[in-house]
């Protein structure tokens, strides 16, 4: 457990603009019902046009309630009230952190900060480079126990941080790469940003690869609006925290039960600390042995997490690829721009379906971003229509002895949905598949790379069951489960060759289905 004595205090504000005596008056208030607090760290434009308000608290006539630390400025026209890049105190209590670097309070408190906006190559007072961040990340990777930092501040917003997480309403206009590659490299236990004028809390995100055995704290990102902003929106953050040199591992290592995935991705075109691109990637089950890492890439010559526009061709015939000759066209009952919804062949019902992406991909995993976005609308489509009709489909994909994604999409009962989950484990112990919860929020290709085998299951009620298959599997296990006697009751339809009609009825199926989803159907609005 982290010591009581050792949490300190601490505020963080967004853009003050010249607002300070709001900023100070609700610091003030608030320390006069909570006691002291030990720092204030401010992020975005600490000087407005207004300079009015600075004044008595630079002549000394005014006192600044908390120690304040600042980062640099974000316009040149502001240039002037700040001192070299080196930083310094700029009143009582005021200090200019400088352009970049690493701070560490009295209290071990480990802070990274970015002054600036991003301005690629562009270097100068207001904008930082692509150097200014490979020198930060050396600078903080290279100490000899790292293991991350409590803070990071920075100005500009990292780019894509939203992904996999709470929902962003209004988009940052100059979200940065750079900055999301610091955030991956030194993991941050908090990451503070402004300039936007928008108030935003992320659930965190995990600083390591699910099911590795080797954990890592938690990050969070919070983005803080304008000082005293007419809509009320947060922009003072007050939290306690204990310095990460205190913190036992157990405690760091807690996830909290809405952590997501790590929204970015490293760039593989940036140079590592020791100066050359870094190949080195580590995935569940994807080694010779537990526990080692494996050198190379997941598709091809592209790094992780980057595909080619084009998907691969088909070794032989592929019943599913869209334009192959071998699919059978009549079961087919909407297409959209990368992805089609055919009616399953022998099905559990007559409203179980598959999605399938247009091109050949092999399984989730090596399928292209557009794909999975628009598996992902298809999704949220068949849930609408299902639950038109008190439904709620089970999705599952068996990617194993299949050459071809394929989305198995089967309705069963609303008032079936809570017991799915106790029913795919107990059917899974039973035939001794270790099939293990991941969370709502992951992103399977962050868990198994391509190539390998897995089962994998989104239950109605949010879980995500996952089986990395290592040798034999029961290929019929998706299907056996949705027919036990507590679901839909069918134990003669494990196998789809027990439900085959003729292709006439067929037809007739897939007309009627057409008919039912139209309206939901996003292709067809």
């Known amino acids: 457990m982290a ?27 608030i320390q006069k019902k909570m006691g002291k607090f030990d720092l204030l760290f401010c992020v975005g434009s600490f000087f407005g046009n207004d300079m009015s308000q600075w004044v008595p608290y630079k002549d000394g006539e005014k006192e600044v309630p908390v120690e304040t630390y600042i980062l640099g400025c974000n316009d040149d026209e502001y240039a002037q009230h700040f001192m070299e890049d080196g930083g310094g ?49 050396r600078k903080i990777l290279n100490t000899s126990t790292f293991k991350g930092i409590d803070i990071l501040l920075t100005s500009v917003w990292p780019k894509d941080v939203n992904k996999y997480g709470t929902e962003l309403k209004q988009q940052p206009t100059c979200a940065s790469e750079s900055v999301a ?19 935003y809390e992320r ?72 100066g050359a691109p870094e190949r080195n990637e580590f995935f569940y089950g994807n080694s010779p042995s537990a526990g080692t890492k494996r050198h190379g890439t997941v598709h091809g010559d592209e790094p992780p997490g980057k595909r080619s526009s084009e998907p691969p061709k088909p070794k032989g015939p592929c019943w599913f690829c869209l334009g192959s000759p071998e699919v059978e066209k009549h079961l087919v009952v909407s297409v959209g721009t990368s992805v089609y919804l055919a009616l399953a062949k022998g099905g559990l019902n007559e409203q179980h379906v598959l999605i399938l992406p247009i091109g050949h991909f092999q399984s989730l995993v090596t399928c292209s971003d557009d794909v999975l976005q628009e598996i992902a609308k298809y999704k949220a489509a068949l849930k609408k229509f299902y639950k038109s009709q008190g439904k709620t489909p089970v999705f599952f994909e068996r990617n194993f002895k299949s050459s071809h994604t394929q989305i198995q999409t089967v309705p069963i009962p609303k008032d079936k949905a809570g017991s799915c989950m106790q029913v795919f484990m107990d059917n899974a112990s039973q035939l001794g598949i ?87 159907d996003f292709n067809a609005l």
């Open 3 to 29: 010591e009581p004595e050792r949490s300190l205090k601490v505020f963080v504000s967004g853009d003050v603009n010249g607002k300070f005596n709001s900023l100070f008056s609700r610091i003030s208030s």
């Open 89 to 137: 105190e700029l009143c009582s209590n005021v200090t200019y952190l400088g352009k970049s670097g690493l701070f560490t309070s009295t209290s071990g408190l480990t802070v990274g900060y970015l002054s600036g906006r991003d301005g690629g190559d562009k270097d100068d007072f207001s904008h930082f480079s692509k150097a200014d961040v490979d020198a930060l990340k």
């Open 181 to 199: 590659q610091l955030a991956l490299a030194v993991k941050p236990r908090y990451h503070f940003s402004g300039l936007e004028g928008i108030s």
């Open 203 to 274: 659930n965190p995100y995990r600083n390591h690869k699910l099911l590795t055995g080797q954990q890592s704290h938690v990050s969070r990102f919070v983005a803080l609006a304008h000082a005293g902003n007419k809509d009320k929106l947060k922009y003072l953050y007050a939290f306690n925290i204990v310095p990460l040199k205190y913190i036992g591992a157990d405690e760091l290592h807690k996830q909290p039960v809405d952590t997501t995935e790590c929204p970015y991705k490293k760039d593989f075109n940036q140079q590592t600390s020791r």
């Open 434 to 520: 270790d099939l293990v919860e991941i969370p709502e929020r992951s992103d399977l290709k962050e868990i198994v790379p391509a190539g390998k085998t897995y089962f994998y299951v989104e239950l109605p009620t949010g879980e995500k069951l996952f089986h990395s298959i290592k040798k034999n599997f029961p290929v019929q296990f998706g299907r056996e489960v949705l027919a036990d006697e507590v679901l839909l009751n069918q134990p003669d339809k494990v196998d789809w060759r027990n439900c085959a009609v003729s292709k006439e009825k067929e037809k007739e199926l897939a007309k009627q289905f057409q008919q039912d989803f139209r309206s939901f």
